[in-house]
């Protein structure tokens, strides 16, 4: 959303000229790159305060024991009949049970918190892991080029081709029967919602990467580097993977909201995270009850509908102060 | 002699950025008159191209302070509505720019674009616009015209693409033609012939043109009139053959030596102006090219050089703080190949033998 | 032209035979369980299940199942007669059923598709042309707000308020409405809040993709030339700047509508629809391998398919692409 009535809007008024002078020269390049970031950044209330409410959520993820103590909540796995009431109901929100209770009389409070944690996990992981493998690959592919690069692209066109996320939910169903896949190597739940996360972001993240690289690589100050000695390894390091943070932070910012709905969403058909609560199966479990039940339903559903905007928002944001002339949202 | 075509007056414009007011155009002044062809020469943002965008109307940014006048045949085109705009744009007033296929739609035929131009100002049918593009189109040198008209712009060279944006530009007669840096994006061979073309144009309908460009070699040749730009304000200006035969800016000489010039020995090096354009938010103090001046002195940096009328000829100004015989003999140094830092040397020894 | 189409045809009859073996080997190699033993239903005696094994041919070797899986969808292979598995819940093969269901599920992405784009598209060609202004910023909140909202959390609070039996405000069919309506108004009378919960989140995610192209569109050069050729902002901005920023909307429509047509699993869940994605729910809470095999490669069929389609549309809507 940018909104910016930054210098660049000028750029359709004479596009080889304000951009290019007021970025030029003094005092706007006497500021690094990460403090203009920031400075753009800060201007976003909305971001910023999205920003501390992701922050909050995972020091809450972190300390969920200790706040479950705090307000007296059961764990999370608990169940108890007193919650229900003489139907066999489930109770509303109380003083006892803040969020209410579930069908079976665990608490709804202390689910969400777990639920937090599992959300939290799965994304940051899944995350982390398609980046590196991406940034990794993307890399090799760009930098060395030869068969390494035509192996690696052609692993990345036929994966993009691929439908993905649906074999993933086919893997998933498959290994979430009794006795799992491949004689229980593959056990259903956190892994395999992490392995389908990273089958389908990374690459995504390889073929940028390695665009980027290919293009940096014949970038003047990399040939200066390397007429200056510098070996692969230096120039990798110094010079190419700092230019690549930008789209790097971008794509990450893409990846995180949408790997917490994927996993939401494979629990919520019974086929993603087991054993621990999680916001999607929590949700699954209150379909049935929303006549009877809405606290079921409402608290898991605001906890991922907020995380994932929080993460929108804040993603919007970075791209936007990382990009200002650009409002694509890809 | 009537009044002339385009006047502009003491023009501003002003852009408010989160960094800071950045003064694109900083109160200019020039005219043309009919048949006249100005040349406005700078670097890529001394503001030649933004002075030229809102004498069409076209500076479009929320954030645009703009002040002075622009008159057109008499007519106030800064006070004047969106909709008399529209109706003078493309229709009394044509331009063209530097990027012919980026400045074409690349998803409609050339033609089509031609055609569309014509209908916006004409009350003719489609196939009469057709027609008229398919005429345009064969003015301008484009072969098998009728056929070319049904191609899409990527499927034209450079060259032949600039014909076509000079096609549409023209096609309803203007009385002013503005080119913004024409032959840039193109091949060297083929900027003469687009040069040529626009001069052929001109003098068959009678237009005025008004040149922007980079490249004071553009318009050597065409140019009645040279207007040279540096950082937003008019620095000299004069008849292209004084701007050529005795300049009187240090920064039009950078310009001047940064051409290959034909008349020269083959071994004259080409001396680029040292130095960037300035920042327009915090321009340099007093005369704004003295960071990169090499004759600088420490009043430059203090006192704001006024566009004067330099001595002996009205009809040439320049806005420079040197004393006029300082400039004259510095120039006739340079025009010998003596270097820029030499002549300076000479200068400052002159000087001191003065004291 | 041709050429072109056949290359394009050779990738996705690789990409679809790639697929098949794919989930043949998710679904026929990689889990523990004896499928016969789960097909048998509790304690079944060894002869029975070895009688299954036999009649589903999974005594064979791997490769020869995994003919007898294809050959009888394909041309003159032929195989087993059983088409595309055979279900173990249901008795059943399981492509006759999945055709049963696609009627529904077309009906439900048709809906949703159309009320999109009439939302999405003018939303985000208004956002783009008034850019900052209030109308923008509030649009695009809620956009961002329906992007950030998983469907079925939606479909809940949707079946919460207005379901015409539980709902605050009882105003529209919901829940299994559309298995119980006899009537095509009254399905798509029930298919009402499905095509708007639907909707929203493609409408917010169209609205904000066309948004920010066209912001990027009217920045170009050709809407400088258009300006300046005295066209009126109305033609500038729609035949040029719309036409240009619209385009690769072609290619998301595409595979968006291939992923529904494979069913939208989840808000057929949650509403209830007996179309192919609820079919496959079902499979998955009773762990019917068989049918959430033939419901994903069916959905991955119309993937690629559709795949296929945008890529040969799109050579006709933007002149520039060379075959």
């Known amino acids: 959303m940018s909104t910016g009535t930054g210098a660049s809007d000028l750029l359709h008024a004479d596009d080889h000229g304000i951009d290019q002078i007021v970025a030029g020269e003094a005092p706007v390049a006497a500021r690094s790159p990460l403090a203009l970031f920031w400075r753009r950044f800060r201007k976003d209330k909305v971001a910023l305060v999205a920003l501390t409410f992701i922050v909050l959520l995972v020091l809450v993820a972190i300390l969920a024991p200790v706040i479950r103590n705090l307000v007296g909540a059961p764990p999370p796995g608990q169940t108890s009949t007193d919650a229900l009431d003489d139907f066999g109901l489930p109770q509303g929100p109380t003083s006892e049970h803040l969020f209410g209770v579930d069908s079976i009389g665990r608490d709804i409070f202390a689910r969400v918190l777990d639920g937090a944690r599992v959300s939290l996990l799965v994304a940051f992981i899944g995350t982390g892991l398609s980046v590196t493998i991406g940034v990794t690959l993307g890399m090799i592919a760009g930098f060395f080029r030869g068969w390494v690069d035509t192996l690696i692209a052609r692993v990345i066109d036929i994966l993009l081709a691929f439908p993905v996320l649906l074999l993933g939910l086919g893997l998933a169903s498959a290994c979430s029967t009794k006795d799992g896949c491949l004689g229980g190597a593959l056990e259903p739940g956190l892994t395999i919602v992490i392995f389908i996360i990273v089958l389908s972001n990374w690459p995504y993240v390889a073929r940028i990467i390695r665009g980027q690289v290919l293009s940096l690589r014949e970038k003047e100050f990399v040939e200066a580097s390397r007429s200056l000695g510098a070996g692969n390894m230096r120039i990798i390091f110094r010079e190419i993977l700092p230019n690549l943070v930008a789209p790097i932070i971008v794509y990450a910012s893409l990846f995180i909201p949408a790997n917490i709905l994927l996993e939401a969403a494979l629990s919520f058909l019974g086929v993603g995270v087991t054993g621990q609560a999680s916001w999607g199966q929590m949700l699954?479990?209150?379909?049935?009850?929303?006549?009877?039940?809405?606290?079921?339903?409402?608290?898991?559903?605001?906890?991922?509908?907020?995380?994932?905007?929080?993460f929108n928002l804040v993603g919007d944001g970075m791209q936007d102060a990382l990009n200002p002339k650009g409002n694509k949202q890809k | 002699m009537g009044a002339p075509l385009l006047e502009v007056e003491n023009l501003k414009v002003h852009f408010e950025t989160?960094?800071?007011?950045?003064?694109?155009?900083?109160?200019?002044?020039?005219?043309?008159?009919?048949?006249?062809?100005?040349?406005?020469?700078?670097?890529?943002?001394?503001?030649?191209?933004?002075?030229?965008?809102?004498?069409?109307?076209?500076?479009?940014?929320?954030?645009?302070?703009?002040?002075?006048?622009?008159?057109?045949n008499g007519k106030d085109l800064l006070g004047a509505s969106e909709e008399d705009m529209r109706s003078i744009r493309g229709n009394d007033i044509a331009m063209i720019f530097q990027d012919p296929l980026s400045s074409l739609h690349p998803f409609y035929k050339v033609g089509a674009q031609i055609a569309e131009g014509v209908r916006a100002h004409r009350d003719v049918s489609k196939a009469q616009a057709w027609d008229r593009a398919v005429e345009m189109l064969s003015l301008v040198g484009i072969p098998e015209p009728r056929k070319r008209a049904d191609a899409y712009p990527h499927e034209f060279s450079g060259g032949m693409r600039q014909r076509a944006?000079?096609?549409?530009?023209?096609?309803?007669?203007?009385?002013?033609?503005?080119?913004?840096?024409?032959?840039?994006?193109?091949?060297?061979?083929?900027?003469?012939?687009?040069?040529?073309?626009?001069?052929?144009?001109?003098?068959?309908?009678?237009?005025?043109?008004?040149?922007?460009?980079?490249?004071?070699?553009?318009?050597?040749?065409?140019?009645?009139?040279?207007?040279?730009?540096?950082?937003?304000?008019?620095?000299?200006?004069?008849?292209?053959?004084?701007?050529?035969?005795?300049?009187?800016?240090?920064?039009?000489w950078g310009l001047l030596s940064s051409i290959p010039r034909l008349d020269a020995s083959r071994d004259e090096e080409l001396v680029p102006i040292p130095g960037r354009p300035p920042s327009l938010i915090n321009l340099p103090g007093g005369c704004s090219f003295h960071p990169r001046c090499p004759y600088v002195r420490e009043a430059h940096k203090k006192v704001d050089p006024k566009l004067e009328p330099v001595a002996g000829n009205p009809g040439h100004q320049s806005a420079c703080l040197l004393d006029s015989s300082v400039r004259r003999k510095l120039w006739s140094e340079l025009r010998t190949g003596v270097k820029p830092d030499e002549a300076r040397a000479d200068v400052m020894a002159a000087e001191e033998k003065a004291v | 032209m041709a050429a072109y189409i056949a290359r394009r045809l050779l990738w996705v009859v690789f990409l679809l035979f790639t697929i098949t073996c794919i989930t043949f080997v998710i679904f026929s190699v990689l889990p523990s369980g004896d499928p016969a033993v789960a097909r048998a239903g509790r304690s079944p005696s060894p002869q029975l299940v070895e009688v299954i094994r036999v009649q589903l041919g999974l005594d064979k070797s791997k490769p020869e199942q995994f003919i007898n899986y294809i050959g009888d969808i394909l041309p003159f292979v032929g195989g087993n007669g059983i088409y595309l598995g055979f279900s173990y819940q249901n008795n059943t093969d399981v492509l006759p059923e999945i055709l049963e269901r696609l009627p529904v599920t077309i009906f439900l992405a048709t809906g949703a598709v159309i009320l999109w784009l009439s939302i999405g598209i003018p939303l985000g060609v208004l956002s783009a042309v008034k850019t900052g202004s209030a109308l923008d910023r509030i649009a695009m909140g809620i956009a961002l707000l329906f992007i950030s909202a998983p469907v079925y959390f939606f479909g809940l609070v949707a079946l919460y308020l207005f379901d015409d039996q539980i709902g605050i405000w009882p105003i529209l069919p919901g829940n299994s409405a559309y298995g119980e309506a006899d009537s095509l108004l009254g399905k798509a009378e029930a298919l009402i809040m499905p095509w708007c919960v639907l909707a929203a989140a493609f409408a917010a995610i169209y609205a904000r993709f066309l948004r920010g192209n066209l912001i990027d569109t009217l920045q170009e050069d050709y809407i400088r030339t258009a300006r300046a050729k005295g066209l009126s902002e109305r033609r500038v901005i729609f035949r040029h700047g719309v036409r240009a920023a619209i385009t690769p909307i072609v290619t998301l429509l595409g595979l968006?509508?291939?992923?529904?047509?494979?069913?939208?699993?989840?808000?057929e869940t949650v509403f209830n629809i007996p179309g192919i994605g609820r079919y496959a729910f079902n499979a998955i809470t009773v762990s019917d391998l068989p049918v959430i095999q033939g419901t994903v490669l069916f959905g991955a069929f119309f993937i690629v398919m559709m795949s296929l389609i945008v890529d040969i549309l799109y050579a006709f809507i933007d002149p520039r692409v060379r075959y």
């Open chain 1, 284 to 310: 699954s479990e209150a379909t049935g009850k929303i006549d009877t039940a809405w606290w079921y339903m409402f608290f898991p559903g605001m906890a991922l509908l907020l995380t994932v905007l929080a």
């Open chain 2, 18 to 72: 989160e960094d800071g007011l950045v003064k694109a155009v900083d109160g200019i002044s020039y005219t043309v008159d009919r048949g006249q062809t100005l040349g406005i020469v700078g670097e890529s943002g001394s503001g030649k191209s933004v002075s030229s965008l809102t004498v069409m109307g076209l500076t479009r940014s929320r954030n645009a302070r703009i002040s002075g006048t622009v008159r057109f």
């Open chain 2, 165 to 252: 944006m000079i096609a549409m530009a023209l096609a309803n007669d203007p009385k002013l033609l503005i080119a913004d840096e024409p032959t840039t994006a193109l091949d060297v061979t083929v900027q003469a012939q687009i040069l040529e073309l626009i001069e052929r144009l001109q003098s068959e309908f009678d237009t005025a043109v008004v040149v922007i460009t980079h490249d004071l070699g553009v318009v050597a040749e065409m140019a009645d009139e040279i207007s040279v730009m540096y950082a937003g304000r008019i620095v000299e200006k004069a008849d292209t053959d004084t701007i050529f035969a005795a300049p009187e800016h240090p920064y039009t």
């Open chain 3, 256 to 267: 968006d509508i291939g992923i529904l047509l494979g069913g939208a699993i989840l808000t």
